[in-house]
């Protein structure tokens, strides 16, 4: 129910006579839909974040429709869902979740049955274990720029596997 709705239904309840019931009102009050938050990925929310203050949006839209200021991926964003962006500047936003991927590496000489991407103190390293569980493990777990950083062959050769 919208905000226009809501004051019909008030407006019908009190019958001419200009009173309603608190609980009505309540009712009628928590049926008003609420926006939904806007989500956006990763590199737009920290556009947002550094840029926030910087200039009003409408400058801000026209610098992405030149290609002026914004880096090309925020740029292109805006462009498609620029409506999202401006309930997102506005009203606040939620930072979408990166897939995340476990990366299994072949082995057939391994000593153990599984040899997987893993991540310690020193960084991400090649692990090897028996244990059938390791993909729920979330330091085996990474973003796609995560593999990529290092073991770029790993993901080109489809090693990676979205978690579920």
Not at 46 to 72: F, M
Not at 108 to 120: E, F, G, K, M, V
Request: charge should be negative; include cysteine.
């Amino acid at each position: 129910m919208n905000k226009q709705e809501a004051i019909e239904k008030l407006t019908n309840i009190a019958n001419g006579t200009g009173w309603v019931t608190c609980t009505s009102a309540c009712n009628i009050i928590s049926q008003i839909d609420q926006p939904q938050t806007v989500v956006v990925p990763k590199f737009v929310a920290e556009w947002l974040k550094e840029y926030r203050h910087a200039s009003p949006l409408l400058k801000v839209l026209n610098a992405a429709e030149d290609g002026r200021v914004v880096p090309s991926a925020v740029n292109d964003w805006i462009l498609d869902n620029q409506r999202d962006f401006v309930v997102a500047r506005y009203d606040g936003y939620e930072i979408e979740l990166e897939k995340l991927y476990t990366v299994e590496i072949p082995d057939p000489n391994s000593y153990c049955d599984y040899r997987y991407l893993s991540r310690n103190d020193n960084g991400i390293c090649l692990d090897a274990s028996n244990d059938t569980k390791w993909k729920q493990k979330k330091r085996n777990q990474f973003t796609e720029s995560e593999i990529k950083e290092d073991f770029e062959w790993a993901w080109n050769a489809g090693f990676a596997k979205e978690v579920k």
